[in-house]
Protein backbone atom coordinates (compact mmCIF):
# COMPACT_ATOMS: atom_id res chain seq x y z
CA UNK A 1 0.00 0.00 0.00
CA UNK A 2 1.02 3.19 -0.68
CA UNK A 3 -0.15 5.77 2.16
CA UNK A 4 2.56 8.37 3.15
CA UNK A 5 1.50 7.61 6.76
CA UNK A 6 2.43 4.08 6.55
CA UNK A 7 6.11 4.63 5.10
CA UNK A 8 6.83 7.03 7.64
CA UNK A 9 5.08 4.29 10.11
CA UNK A 10 7.22 1.89 9.37
CA UNK A 11 10.38 4.51 9.99
CA UNK A 12 8.92 4.67 13.50
CA UNK A 13 9.38 2.41 15.80
CA UNK A 14 -33.11 -35.60 20.19
CA UNK A 15 -32.61 -34.29 16.68
CA UNK A 16 -32.98 -30.69 16.07
CA UNK A 17 -32.53 -28.88 13.15
CA UNK A 18 -32.06 -25.62 11.90
CA UNK A 19 -31.69 -25.41 7.63
CA UNK A 20 -30.47 -22.06 6.29
CA UNK A 21 -31.09 -22.35 2.78
CA UNK A 22 -29.48 -19.37 0.98
CA UNK A 23 -30.42 -19.15 -2.69
CA UNK A 24 -28.76 -16.01 -4.57
CA UNK A 25 -31.31 -16.24 -6.95
CA UNK A 26 -29.56 -16.16 -10.67
CA UNK A 27 -28.69 -19.66 -12.46
CA UNK A 28 -25.41 -20.94 -12.32
CA UNK A 29 -23.99 -24.37 -12.47
CA UNK A 30 -21.34 -25.72 -10.12
CA UNK A 31 -17.88 -26.87 -11.44
CA UNK A 32 -16.27 -30.09 -10.25
CA UNK A 33 -12.05 -29.20 -9.29
CA UNK A 34 -9.75 -31.84 -10.60
CA UNK A 35 -7.58 -30.88 -7.90
CA UNK A 36 -7.14 -27.52 -5.26
CA UNK A 37 -3.67 -25.92 -6.03
CA UNK A 38 -2.16 -23.33 -4.00
CA UNK A 39 -0.97 -20.07 -5.78
CA UNK A 40 1.31 -17.61 -4.97
CA UNK A 41 2.16 -15.12 -6.81
CA UNK A 42 5.40 -12.61 -6.14
CA UNK A 43 4.24 -9.59 -7.47
CA UNK A 44 6.59 -6.29 -6.72
CA UNK A 45 5.18 -3.20 -7.83
CA UNK A 46 7.71 -0.66 -9.26
CA UNK A 47 7.80 3.53 -8.86
CA UNK A 48 10.54 5.88 -10.42
CA UNK A 49 9.73 8.21 -7.91
CA UNK A 50 8.66 8.88 -4.14
CA UNK A 51 7.63 12.19 -3.71
CA UNK A 52 5.81 11.94 -0.21
CA UNK A 53 9.80 11.36 1.58
CA UNK A 54 13.01 13.44 0.20
CA UNK A 55 14.81 10.61 1.30
CA UNK A 56 13.83 7.92 -0.54
CA UNK A 57 15.62 8.65 -3.99
CA UNK A 58 15.45 7.27 -7.58
CA UNK A 59 18.52 5.66 -6.73
CA UNK A 60 17.29 3.82 -3.35
CA UNK A 61 13.68 2.91 -5.37
CA UNK A 62 16.18 1.48 -8.05
CA UNK A 63 18.60 -0.63 -5.66
CA UNK A 64 15.17 -1.82 -3.85
CA UNK A 65 14.27 -3.68 -6.90
CA UNK A 66 17.78 -4.76 -7.34
CA UNK A 67 17.54 -6.39 -4.79
CA UNK A 68 14.40 -7.65 -4.82
CA UNK A 69 16.00 -10.00 -8.22
CA UNK A 70 18.69 -11.09 -6.17
CA UNK A 71 16.84 -12.45 -3.26
CA UNK A 72 14.51 -13.93 -5.91
CA UNK A 73 17.16 -15.71 -7.95
CA UNK A 74 19.12 -16.76 -4.59
CA UNK A 75 16.06 -18.75 -3.74
CA UNK A 76 15.29 -19.39 -7.63
CA UNK A 77 11.85 -18.10 -7.40
CA UNK A 78 9.96 -16.42 -9.91
CA UNK A 79 7.32 -13.48 -10.35
CA UNK A 80 5.98 -10.87 -11.34
CA UNK A 81 7.63 -7.02 -12.03
CA UNK A 82 5.01 -4.43 -12.85
CA UNK A 83 6.03 -0.89 -14.31
CA UNK A 84 4.23 2.45 -13.58
CA UNK A 85 5.01 4.29 -16.50
CA UNK A 86 8.05 6.86 -15.62
CA UNK A 87 9.94 3.94 -14.67
CA UNK A 88 8.71 1.90 -17.61
CA UNK A 89 10.89 4.92 -19.39
CA UNK A 90 13.92 4.58 -17.22
CA UNK A 91 16.82 3.05 -18.66
CA UNK A 92 18.05 1.13 -15.85
CA UNK A 93 14.96 -0.21 -15.25
CA UNK A 94 14.75 -1.53 -19.16
CA UNK A 95 18.16 -2.97 -19.14
CA UNK A 96 17.86 -4.67 -15.58
CA UNK A 97 14.08 -6.58 -16.20
CA UNK A 98 15.28 -7.27 -19.53
CA UNK A 99 18.16 -9.19 -18.06
CA UNK A 100 15.65 -11.58 -16.68
CA UNK A 101 14.95 -15.03 -18.00
CA UNK A 102 11.74 -14.47 -19.62
CA UNK A 103 10.36 -17.63 -18.58
CA UNK A 104 10.42 -17.40 -14.88
CA UNK A 105 9.94 -13.52 -14.79
CA UNK A 106 7.09 -11.65 -16.12
CA UNK A 107 7.19 -7.79 -16.52
CA UNK A 108 3.75 -6.20 -16.48
CA UNK A 109 1.87 -3.08 -15.73
CA UNK A 110 1.46 -1.18 -12.89
CA UNK A 111 -1.29 1.44 -13.49
CA UNK A 112 -1.09 4.45 -11.53
CA UNK A 113 -1.03 7.14 -13.52
CA UNK A 114 1.92 9.83 -13.76
CA UNK A 115 2.36 13.03 -15.45
CA UNK A 116 5.02 12.07 -18.31
CA UNK A 117 2.35 9.41 -19.23
CA UNK A 118 -0.67 11.75 -19.09
CA UNK A 119 0.98 13.83 -21.17
CA UNK A 120 2.22 11.92 -23.84
CA UNK A 121 -1.17 11.27 -24.39
CA UNK A 122 -1.96 15.00 -24.97
CA UNK A 123 -3.65 15.52 -21.58
CA UNK A 124 -3.54 18.10 -18.89
CA UNK A 125 -1.43 17.31 -15.92
CA UNK A 126 -3.55 18.20 -12.51
CA UNK A 127 -1.22 16.61 -9.87
CA UNK A 128 0.64 18.72 -6.90
CA UNK A 129 4.01 16.17 -8.09
CA UNK A 130 5.23 14.35 -11.19
CA UNK A 131 3.31 11.10 -9.54
CA UNK A 132 0.52 12.64 -7.34
CA UNK A 133 -1.43 9.52 -5.80
CA UNK A 134 -4.54 10.67 -4.86
CA UNK A 135 -7.38 8.80 -6.37
CA UNK A 136 -8.46 12.00 -9.48
CA UNK A 137 -4.66 12.10 -10.37
CA UNK A 138 -2.67 8.65 -10.21
CA UNK A 139 -5.93 6.68 -11.32
CA UNK A 140 -7.34 5.67 -14.05
CA UNK A 141 -10.92 6.75 -12.37
CA UNK A 142 -9.61 10.38 -12.40
CA UNK A 143 -9.97 10.50 -16.13
CA UNK A 144 -12.75 10.51 -18.63
CA UNK A 145 -13.55 6.98 -20.57
CA UNK A 146 -11.95 8.48 -23.78
CA UNK A 147 -8.89 9.78 -21.88
CA UNK A 148 -8.61 6.37 -20.33
CA UNK A 149 -8.00 4.99 -23.75
CA UNK A 150 -5.58 7.73 -24.74
CA UNK A 151 -3.54 6.89 -21.66
CA UNK A 152 -3.86 2.91 -22.37
CA UNK A 153 -2.15 3.59 -25.75
CA UNK A 154 0.18 5.54 -24.85
CA UNK A 155 1.42 3.10 -22.08
CA UNK A 156 0.91 -0.10 -24.43
CA UNK A 157 2.80 1.37 -27.50
CA UNK A 158 5.91 2.54 -25.43
CA UNK A 159 5.74 -0.73 -23.58
CA UNK A 160 5.98 -2.92 -27.09
CA UNK A 161 8.58 -0.68 -28.25
CA UNK A 162 11.10 -1.37 -25.54
CA UNK A 163 9.94 -4.90 -24.62
CA UNK A 164 8.79 -6.17 -28.40
CA UNK A 165 5.96 -7.66 -27.06
CA UNK A 166 2.50 -6.16 -24.69
CA UNK A 167 2.01 -7.22 -21.17
CA UNK A 168 0.04 -9.58 -20.67
CA UNK A 169 -0.33 -8.41 -16.83
CA UNK A 170 -2.13 -4.79 -15.35
CA UNK A 171 -2.25 -4.55 -12.12
CA UNK A 172 -3.39 -1.54 -9.56
CA UNK A 173 -4.94 -0.56 -6.23
CA UNK A 174 -8.38 -0.20 -8.02
CA UNK A 175 -9.11 -0.20 -12.01
CA UNK A 176 -12.39 1.29 -13.53
CA UNK A 177 -14.12 -1.50 -15.67
CA UNK A 178 -13.81 0.38 -19.55
CA UNK A 179 -10.04 0.58 -18.87
CA UNK A 180 -9.36 -3.36 -18.11
CA UNK A 181 -12.04 -3.81 -20.67
CA UNK A 182 -10.19 -1.96 -23.52
CA UNK A 183 -6.79 -3.48 -22.44
CA UNK A 184 -8.40 -6.70 -22.59
CA UNK A 185 -9.84 -5.94 -25.72
CA UNK A 186 -7.38 -4.23 -27.45
CA UNK A 187 -3.94 -5.68 -26.36
CA UNK A 188 -5.36 -9.01 -24.96
CA UNK A 189 -4.42 -8.99 -21.53
CA UNK A 190 -4.83 -11.96 -19.68
CA UNK A 191 -5.04 -11.33 -15.98
CA UNK A 192 -5.47 -8.04 -13.32
CA UNK A 193 -5.49 -7.16 -9.64
CA UNK A 194 -6.54 -4.82 -7.27
CA UNK A 195 -6.05 -3.90 -3.52
CA UNK A 196 -7.82 -6.38 -0.66
CA UNK A 197 -10.95 -5.13 0.97
CA UNK A 198 -10.11 -2.24 3.44
CA UNK A 199 -12.26 0.76 4.60
CA UNK A 200 -10.59 4.11 4.43
CA UNK A 201 -6.91 3.02 3.87
CA UNK A 202 -5.15 5.39 2.00
CA UNK A 203 -8.10 7.16 1.11
CA UNK A 204 -8.90 3.95 -0.92
CA UNK A 205 -12.31 2.16 -0.16
CA UNK A 206 -12.67 -1.41 -1.17
CA UNK A 207 -15.43 -3.09 0.38
CA UNK A 208 -17.66 -5.93 -0.06
CA UNK A 209 -16.16 -7.90 -2.79
CA UNK A 210 -14.75 -11.19 -3.89
CA UNK A 211 -12.94 -11.33 -0.56
CA UNK A 212 -9.34 -13.16 -1.90
CA UNK A 213 -8.93 -15.46 -4.71
CA UNK A 214 -9.67 -14.09 -8.21
CA UNK A 215 -12.82 -13.32 -9.93
CA UNK A 216 -14.46 -12.45 -13.22
CA UNK A 217 -15.66 -8.65 -13.15
CA UNK A 218 -18.76 -6.85 -14.37
CA UNK A 219 -19.02 -4.88 -17.14
CA UNK A 220 -20.31 -1.85 -15.22
CA UNK A 221 -18.18 -2.11 -12.67
CA UNK A 222 -14.74 -3.98 -11.77
CA UNK A 223 -14.71 -4.30 -8.44
CA UNK A 224 -18.13 -6.17 -8.94
CA UNK A 225 -18.14 -10.07 -9.56
CA UNK A 226 -20.42 -10.89 -12.47
CA UNK A 227 -22.78 -13.80 -12.31
CA UNK A 228 -23.45 -14.32 -16.40
CA UNK A 229 -20.16 -15.01 -18.75
CA UNK A 230 -21.87 -12.43 -21.11
CA UNK A 231 -21.77 -9.87 -18.46
CA UNK A 232 -18.34 -10.21 -17.18
CA UNK A 233 -14.69 -8.59 -18.11
CA UNK A 234 -12.53 -12.56 -19.08
CA UNK A 235 -9.82 -10.92 -17.10
CA UNK A 236 -9.39 -12.56 -13.51
CA UNK A 237 -8.70 -10.05 -11.20
CA UNK A 238 -6.64 -11.24 -8.31
CA UNK A 239 -6.83 -10.07 -4.76
CA UNK A 240 -3.05 -8.55 -3.40
CA UNK A 241 -1.52 -8.18 -0.42
CA UNK A 242 -2.41 -11.78 1.62
CA UNK A 243 -4.55 -10.32 4.36
CA UNK A 244 -5.00 -11.94 7.69
CA UNK A 245 -8.09 -13.81 7.47
CA UNK A 246 -8.61 -13.19 11.42
CA UNK A 247 -7.18 -9.78 11.90
CA UNK A 248 -7.41 -7.61 8.98
CA UNK A 249 -11.27 -7.51 9.01
CA UNK A 250 -11.37 -6.01 12.35
CA UNK A 251 -8.19 -3.76 12.29
CA UNK A 252 -9.48 -0.18 12.99
CA UNK A 253 -13.07 -1.11 14.20
CA UNK A 254 -14.87 1.58 15.03
CA UNK A 255 -12.66 4.04 13.55
CA UNK A 256 -12.74 5.65 10.08
CA UNK A 257 -9.92 4.16 8.53
CA UNK A 258 -8.19 0.09 8.91
CA UNK A 259 -4.79 -0.62 9.62
CA UNK A 260 -3.15 -2.98 7.98
CA UNK A 261 -2.22 -6.55 8.65
CA UNK A 262 -1.26 -8.17 5.56
CA UNK A 263 1.63 -10.70 3.67
CA UNK A 264 3.70 -7.45 3.29
CA UNK A 265 6.92 -7.72 4.12
CA UNK A 266 7.43 -4.40 5.85
CA UNK A 267 4.67 -4.68 8.52
CA UNK A 268 6.64 -6.29 12.00
CA UNK A 269 3.60 -7.42 13.34
CA UNK A 270 2.79 -9.31 10.06
CA UNK A 271 4.61 -9.95 6.60
CA UNK A 272 8.16 -8.85 8.95
CA UNK A 273 7.36 -11.21 11.50
CA UNK A 274 8.49 -14.89 11.11
CA UNK A 275 5.93 -16.76 13.79
CA UNK A 276 3.63 -14.86 11.87
CA UNK A 277 4.66 -15.75 8.08
CA UNK A 278 5.39 -19.45 9.63
CA UNK A 279 1.22 -19.37 11.12
CA UNK A 280 0.16 -18.05 7.82
CA UNK A 281 1.61 -20.22 4.80
CA UNK A 282 1.20 -23.03 7.14
CA UNK A 283 -2.70 -22.39 7.53
CA UNK A 284 -2.74 -21.31 3.78
CA UNK A 285 -1.16 -24.98 2.51
CA UNK A 286 -3.67 -26.67 4.91
CA UNK A 287 -6.93 -24.68 4.92
CA UNK A 288 -10.08 -26.23 2.57
CA UNK A 289 -10.19 -23.69 0.04
CA UNK A 290 -12.53 -25.56 -2.62
CA UNK A 291 -11.10 -24.73 -5.91
CA UNK A 292 -7.68 -23.21 -4.86
CA UNK A 293 -5.93 -20.98 -2.78
CA UNK A 294 -3.91 -17.26 -3.58
CA UNK A 295 -1.83 -15.28 -1.82
CA UNK A 296 0.58 -12.53 -3.26
CA UNK A 297 4.11 -11.82 -1.77
CA UNK A 298 6.18 -9.02 -2.90
CA UNK A 299 6.33 -5.13 -2.05
CA UNK A 300 6.25 -1.91 -3.69
CA UNK A 301 9.89 0.04 -3.99
CA UNK A 302 8.44 2.93 -2.58
CA UNK A 303 8.75 0.93 1.05
CA UNK A 304 12.42 1.09 0.53
CA UNK A 305 14.61 -1.86 0.64
CA UNK A 306 15.99 -1.21 4.42
CA UNK A 307 12.56 -1.50 5.54
CA UNK A 308 11.72 -4.47 3.80
CA UNK A 309 14.24 -6.41 3.98
CA UNK A 310 14.33 -8.74 6.69
CA UNK A 311 10.59 -9.91 5.72
CA UNK A 312 11.90 -10.52 2.34
CA UNK A 313 14.89 -12.67 4.11
CA UNK A 314 11.91 -14.53 6.12
CA UNK A 315 9.38 -15.40 3.54
CA UNK A 316 11.47 -15.95 0.49
CA UNK A 317 13.24 -19.46 1.52
CA UNK A 318 9.69 -20.54 3.04
CA UNK A 319 7.91 -20.09 0.26
CA UNK A 320 10.96 -21.65 -1.88
CA UNK A 321 10.67 -24.62 0.40
CA UNK A 322 7.01 -25.15 0.15
CA UNK A 323 7.47 -25.03 -3.60
CA UNK A 324 9.98 -27.78 -3.26
CA UNK A 325 7.77 -30.17 -1.13
CA UNK A 326 4.87 -29.35 -3.08
CA UNK A 327 2.60 -27.50 -0.95
CA UNK A 328 2.16 -24.46 -3.30
CA UNK A 329 2.98 -23.24 -6.81
CA UNK A 330 4.70 -20.17 -7.33
CA UNK A 331 3.61 -18.62 -11.09
CA UNK A 332 3.49 -15.31 -12.67
CA UNK A 333 0.45 -13.57 -11.98
CA UNK A 334 0.20 -13.81 -16.02
CA UNK A 335 0.63 -17.25 -15.47
CA UNK A 336 -2.13 -17.49 -12.94
CA UNK A 337 -4.31 -15.55 -14.95
CA UNK A 338 -4.27 -17.57 -17.91
CA UNK A 339 -4.74 -21.11 -15.90
CA UNK A 340 -7.78 -19.27 -14.52
CA UNK A 341 -9.03 -18.81 -18.08
CA UNK A 342 -8.72 -22.00 -19.30
CA UNK A 343 -10.25 -23.19 -16.09
CA UNK A 344 -13.36 -21.51 -14.96
CA UNK A 345 -16.07 -19.96 -17.88
CA UNK A 346 -17.38 -17.78 -14.95
CA UNK A 347 -16.06 -17.12 -11.58
CA UNK A 348 -15.94 -20.07 -8.88
CA UNK A 349 -16.82 -20.73 -5.30
CA UNK A 350 -14.03 -20.83 -2.55
CA UNK A 351 -12.41 -20.07 0.40
CA UNK A 352 -10.07 -19.02 3.11
CA UNK A 353 -9.93 -21.21 6.24
CA UNK A 354 -8.21 -20.70 9.88
CA UNK A 355 -9.12 -23.71 11.71
CA UNK A 356 -5.65 -22.82 14.08
CA UNK A 357 -4.79 -19.47 15.47
CA UNK A 358 -1.36 -17.98 16.42
CA UNK A 359 -0.10 -18.99 19.43
CA UNK A 360 -1.80 -17.29 22.78
CA UNK A 361 -4.96 -16.16 20.29
CA UNK A 362 -8.09 -19.05 19.91
CA UNK A 363 -9.88 -17.58 17.12
CA UNK A 364 -11.10 -19.12 13.74
CA UNK A 365 -12.65 -18.16 10.84
CA UNK A 366 -14.26 -19.09 7.29
CA UNK A 367 -14.40 -17.21 4.32
CA UNK A 368 -16.84 -18.21 1.31
CA UNK A 369 -16.67 -16.47 -1.74
CA UNK A 370 -19.05 -17.24 -4.76
CA UNK A 371 -20.08 -14.85 -7.87
CA UNK A 372 -23.49 -14.49 -6.38
CA UNK A 373 -22.21 -13.39 -2.36
CA UNK A 374 -19.69 -13.20 0.07
CA UNK A 375 -20.03 -14.93 3.45
CA UNK A 376 -17.56 -14.58 6.70
CA UNK A 377 -17.97 -17.02 9.95
CA UNK A 378 -15.81 -16.00 12.68
CA UNK A 379 -15.13 -18.20 15.83
CA UNK A 380 -14.10 -15.81 19.02
CA UNK A 381 -14.65 -16.63 22.98
CA UNK A 382 -16.14 -20.42 21.81
CA UNK A 383 -19.03 -18.60 19.96
CA UNK A 384 -19.77 -18.15 16.42
CA UNK A 385 -21.45 -15.36 14.08
CA UNK A 386 -21.28 -14.51 10.60
CA UNK A 387 -19.28 -11.66 10.65
CA UNK A 388 -19.92 -10.38 7.03
CA UNK A 389 -22.09 -11.54 4.18
CA UNK A 390 -22.77 -9.33 0.80
CA UNK A 391 -24.26 -10.04 -2.02
CA UNK A 392 -22.86 -9.67 -5.57
CA UNK A 393 -25.27 -8.38 -8.95
CA UNK A 394 -23.54 -7.73 -11.82
CA UNK A 395 -25.83 -4.53 -13.17
CA UNK A 396 -24.83 -2.35 -9.58
CA UNK A 397 -22.89 0.32 -12.04
CA UNK A 398 -19.85 2.68 -10.31
CA UNK A 399 -20.07 5.76 -10.80
CA UNK A 400 -16.74 5.70 -11.75
CA UNK A 401 -17.67 4.10 -15.30
CA UNK A 402 -19.19 7.04 -16.98
CA UNK A 403 -17.56 10.09 -15.44
CA UNK A 404 -13.96 10.98 -14.19
CA UNK A 405 -13.63 11.08 -9.94
CA UNK A 406 -13.72 14.46 -8.74
CA UNK A 407 -12.55 13.23 -5.03
CA UNK A 408 -9.14 12.48 -3.63
CA UNK A 409 -10.64 9.58 -2.36
CA UNK A 410 -12.31 6.49 -4.34
CA UNK A 411 -15.12 4.38 -2.79
CA UNK A 412 -16.48 0.66 -4.32
CA UNK A 413 -19.01 -1.51 -2.66
CA UNK A 414 -21.65 -4.58 -2.77
CA UNK A 415 -24.31 -5.01 -1.85
CA UNK A 416 -24.30 -5.36 2.28
CA UNK A 417 -26.44 -8.05 4.43
CA UNK A 418 -24.67 -8.16 7.37
CA UNK A 419 -21.54 -5.88 7.96
CA UNK A 420 -19.57 -6.54 11.27
CA UNK A 421 -17.19 -3.68 10.54
CA UNK A 422 -18.96 -0.52 9.33
CA UNK A 423 -22.36 -1.37 11.18
CA UNK A 424 -20.09 -2.16 14.66
CA UNK A 425 -19.34 0.82 17.63
CA UNK A 426 -16.93 0.50 19.99
CA UNK A 427 -18.91 -1.10 22.57
CA UNK A 428 -20.92 -3.08 20.64
CA UNK A 429 -19.97 -5.48 17.63
CA UNK A 430 -21.84 -6.16 14.84
CA UNK A 431 -22.80 -9.53 13.39
CA UNK A 432 -25.37 -12.29 12.89
CA UNK A 433 -25.51 -14.09 16.16
CA UNK A 434 -26.11 -17.59 16.82
CA UNK A 435 -28.17 -17.84 19.90
CA UNK A 436 -30.50 -20.53 21.69
CA UNK A 437 -32.95 -20.32 24.74
CA UNK A 438 -31.80 -22.47 27.54
CA UNK A 439 -33.86 -22.58 30.82
CA UNK A 440 -35.61 -19.65 29.69
CA UNK A 441 -32.80 -17.82 28.94
CA UNK A 442 -31.00 -16.42 25.69
CA UNK A 443 -27.59 -17.16 25.52
CA UNK A 444 -24.82 -17.22 22.97
CA UNK A 445 -23.98 -20.98 21.22
CA UNK A 446 -20.48 -22.27 22.45
CA UNK A 447 -18.36 -25.15 20.78
CA UNK A 448 -15.03 -26.39 20.49
CA UNK A 449 -12.89 -25.78 17.54
CA UNK A 450 -14.94 -26.13 13.85
CA UNK A 451 -13.84 -28.45 11.37
CA UNK A 452 -14.09 -27.78 7.59
CA UNK A 453 -13.99 -30.14 4.82
CA UNK A 454 -13.68 -29.33 0.91
CA UNK A 455 -13.39 -33.12 -0.23
CA UNK A 456 -16.62 -32.43 -2.03
CA UNK A 457 -16.59 -30.50 -5.17
CA UNK A 458 -18.45 -27.24 -5.06
CA UNK A 459 -19.18 -27.44 -0.95
CA UNK A 460 -17.66 -26.33 1.57
CA UNK A 461 -18.80 -28.26 4.60
CA UNK A 462 -18.41 -27.19 8.26
CA UNK A 463 -18.99 -29.52 11.70
CA UNK A 464 -19.15 -27.13 15.35
CA UNK A 465 -19.58 -29.26 18.20
CA UNK A 466 -21.36 -28.13 20.55
CA UNK A 467 -20.79 -27.58 24.28
CA UNK A 468 -23.97 -25.57 25.30
CA UNK A 469 -26.17 -28.45 24.41
CA UNK A 470 -25.59 -32.23 23.37
CA UNK A 471 -25.14 -31.56 19.60
CA UNK A 472 -23.23 -30.64 16.65
CA UNK A 473 -23.69 -27.66 14.29
CA UNK A 474 -23.49 -28.62 10.99
CA UNK A 475 -23.37 -25.88 7.67
CA UNK A 476 -22.78 -26.59 4.26
CA UNK A 477 -22.01 -23.59 1.85
CA UNK A 478 -21.90 -23.94 -1.93
CA UNK A 479 -22.51 -21.57 -4.83
CA UNK A 480 -25.56 -20.37 -4.30
CA UNK A 481 -26.65 -21.57 -0.59
CA UNK A 482 -25.87 -21.61 2.78
CA UNK A 483 -27.53 -25.07 4.66
CA UNK A 484 -27.20 -25.21 8.67
CA UNK A 485 -28.13 -28.06 10.71
CA UNK A 486 -28.12 -29.27 14.26
CA UNK A 487 -28.64 -32.52 15.69
CA UNK A 488 -27.91 -34.25 18.62
CA UNK A 489 -29.12 -35.82 21.90
CA UNK A 490 -31.29 -32.98 22.82
CA UNK A 491 -33.41 -30.20 21.50
CA UNK A 492 -31.94 -27.11 20.75
CA UNK A 493 -34.74 -23.50 20.30
CA UNK A 494 -31.87 -21.68 18.48
CA UNK A 495 -32.26 -19.14 15.65
CA UNK A 496 -29.86 -15.86 14.46
CA UNK A 497 -30.07 -12.45 15.46
CA UNK A 498 -28.48 -9.61 13.36
CA UNK A 499 -27.46 -7.58 15.93
CA UNK A 500 -24.90 -4.17 15.36
CA UNK A 501 -24.30 -1.03 16.86
CA UNK A 502 -26.35 1.86 17.70
CA UNK A 503 -27.03 5.06 15.39
CA UNK A 504 -25.47 3.33 12.73
CA UNK A 505 -26.83 3.63 9.28
CA UNK A 506 -28.69 0.68 8.00
CA UNK A 507 -29.89 -0.15 4.28
CA UNK A 508 -33.05 -1.93 5.40
CA UNK A 509 -35.93 -0.42 4.53
CA UNK A 510 -38.95 -2.59 5.87
CA UNK A 511 -38.79 -5.94 7.60
CA UNK A 512 -42.26 -8.14 6.86
CA UNK A 513 -42.81 -11.99 7.92
CA UNK A 514 -41.19 -13.15 4.84
CA UNK A 515 -38.35 -10.67 3.41
CA UNK A 516 -36.08 -8.35 4.28
CA UNK A 517 -35.81 -5.01 1.99
CA UNK A 518 -33.05 -3.17 1.73
CA UNK A 519 -31.56 -0.12 -0.50
CA UNK A 520 -28.09 0.37 -1.00
CA UNK A 521 -25.88 2.34 -3.43
CA UNK A 522 -29.31 3.64 -5.35
CA UNK A 523 -30.27 -0.44 -5.87
CA UNK A 524 -33.28 -2.52 -4.29
CA UNK A 525 -32.73 -5.88 -3.37
CA UNK A 526 -33.97 -8.60 -0.39
CA UNK A 527 -33.59 -11.07 1.33
CA UNK A 528 -36.61 -13.16 1.04
CA UNK A 529 -37.98 -16.16 3.35
CA UNK A 530 -39.12 -19.11 1.70
CA UNK A 531 -39.39 -21.42 4.52
CA UNK A 532 -39.29 -19.38 8.16
CA UNK A 533 -39.83 -15.91 9.04
CA UNK A 534 -38.77 -12.51 10.10
CA UNK A 535 -39.07 -10.43 13.02
CA UNK A 536 -37.61 -7.33 15.18
CA UNK A 537 -36.86 -9.20 18.47
CA UNK A 538 -37.64 -7.22 21.96
CA UNK A 539 -34.08 -7.70 22.84
CA UNK A 540 -32.91 -4.93 20.45
CA UNK A 541 -31.58 -7.01 17.37
CA UNK A 542 -32.51 -5.29 13.70
CA UNK A 543 -34.14 -8.92 12.59
CA UNK A 544 -34.28 -12.11 13.69
CA UNK A 545 -34.50 -15.23 11.44
CA UNK A 546 -36.95 -18.19 13.20
CA UNK A 547 -37.66 -21.14 11.98
CA UNK A 548 -40.58 -23.30 11.05
CA UNK A 549 -40.68 -27.14 11.92
CA UNK A 550 -40.79 -29.36 8.79
CA UNK A 551 -40.12 -32.73 10.14
CA UNK A 552 -40.59 -34.54 13.66
CA UNK A 553 -37.76 -32.55 15.86
CA UNK A 554 -36.56 -30.64 12.77
CA UNK A 555 -36.85 -26.87 11.82
CA UNK A 556 -36.17 -25.24 8.60
CA UNK A 557 -35.28 -22.00 7.29
CA UNK A 558 -34.90 -21.11 3.58
CA UNK A 559 -33.51 -17.74 2.72
CA UNK A 560 -33.16 -16.20 -0.63
CA UNK A 561 -31.46 -13.59 -1.75
Known amino acids: MIAFKKLTHLLLPTVTGLIVLCSFNLPGKTQKPADHPKIVNIVNFIRLLEPRDPTITEDVLYQTVVKQVQMMKKYKLGGTFLLQYDALMDARYQKLLKSLPRGTFEIGAWWEIPQPMVEKAGLKWRGRYPWDWRANIGFSTGYSPAEREKLADVYMHDFKHIFGYYPKSVASWFIDAHTLNYLYQKYHIVASANCKDQYGTDGYTLWGGYWNQAYYPSKMNAYMPAQHAANQIPVPIFRLLGSDPIRQY???????????????????????????????????????????????????????????????????????????????????????????????????????????????????TVWFDSRYYRANLLWKDNTLRFRDIHLFNENLRSVYETQPATSNECTFFTLPVVDGYIWSTPGKIAGLQFKALKNGKEILLEGKAPIVDDSTPGKLQISWPLTSFDATLKMELDNRHIKITIQGNEAVNWYLDLDTGAQVKLPFTTITSRQVNARFEGMDYALTSEKGSFSQPENGGVFRITPVPVAMGVTEVLLKF
Request: glycine fraction near 10%.
Open 250 to 364: DNGLGSQRQGVTTLEPVYKHAGGDSTWVSWYFKEFAAGASMEFAYTQAGQENSFTWDAMAKGFDIQMPLIARLRDAHKIKVETLGESGAWFRKKYKVTPATAVTITHDLPGSNQQ
